[in-house]
T-cell receptor, first 116, second 111 residues
Framework: GAVVSQHPSRVICKSGTSVKIECRSL??????MFWYRQFPKKSLMLMAT?????????EQGVEKDKFLINHASLTLSTLTVTSAHPEDSSFYIC????????????FGNGTRLTVT | SQELEQSPQSLIVQEGKNLTINCTSS?????LYWYKQKYGEGLIFLMM?????EEKSHEKITAKLDEKKQQSSLHITASQPSHAGIYLC???????????FGAGTTVTVRA
């Protein structure tokens, strides 16, 4: 079945630095990928939709300059948290829809970001 | 936006007992997804329901979408410790494929 790979699974960085998270669709092409953020014991909050070959569309309240999204190929989307602050510490998870009618969204295993 | 309400928020069951989780939408659902998540990990796809009245089963987990397509229930029969986790329902809008999620139900299975 469709598999989405996310890397790294955990990252610790210092305040002010930038962190890049990769999301890959391993056995299918994904023109659209989605980035979610999850706070402790909370549900997933959609941050943005990553579109291959064009700009990402961000949900209301999400800073596009803070969370840079690049979807350079049909199998790779990246989320870069720029100038990270401790409040950016969270669990980030990407997803992509498989090909074919009625295909569900498949999720990566998530990235635990800790900003010190 | 599509509002999804899940109930209960959490539940504890004895191993071998059945349990049911409900997911109610404020709007008609085009598609309803059930995922399972262990805290701090990715989501595991369980089932997708699209037709009113549709019911699907996988091993001991059964999910149903009601005729009006505004409510879904997930039922686990003879629960096991492996069923512990957070169950999330996700709504699929007719356009743009952006899933919105319920707040999740945390299931604890006691041996």
């Amino acid at each position: 079945g469709a598999v989405v790979s996310q890397h790294p699974s955990r990252v610790i960085c210092k305040s002010g630095t930038s962190v890049k998270i990769e999301c890959r669709s391993l056995d299918f092409q994904a023109t659209t990928m989605f980035w979610y953020r999850q706070f402790p014991k909370k549900s997933l909050m959609l941050m943005a939709t990553s579109n291959e070959g064009s700009k990402a569309t961000y949900e209301q309240g999400v800073e596009k300059d803070k969370f840079l999204i690049n979807h350079a190929s049909l199998t790779l989307s990246t989320l870069t948290v720029t100038s990270a602050h401790p409040e950016d510490s969270s669990f980030y998870i990407c997803s992509a829809r498989g090909t074919g009618s009625g295909s569900p969204l498949h999720f990566g295993n998530g990235t635990r970001l800790t900003v010190t | 936006s599509q509002e999804l309400e899940q109930s209960p928020q959490s539940l504890i069951v004895q191993e071998g007992k059945n349990l049911t989780i409900n997911c109610t939408s404020s709007k008609t659902l085009y598609g309803l997804y059930w995922y399972k998540q262990k805290y701090g990990e990715g989501l595991i796809f369980l089932m997708m329901l699209q037709k009113g009245g549709e019911e699907k089963s996988h091993e001991k987990i059964t999910a149903k979408l009601d005729e009006k397509k505004q409510q879904s229930s997930l039922h686990i029969t003879a629960s096991q410790p492996s069923h512990a986790g957070i169950y999330l329902c996700g709504a699929d809008p007719l356009t743009d494929y952006k899933l919105s999620f319920g707040a999740g139900t945390t299931v604890t299975v006691r041996a």
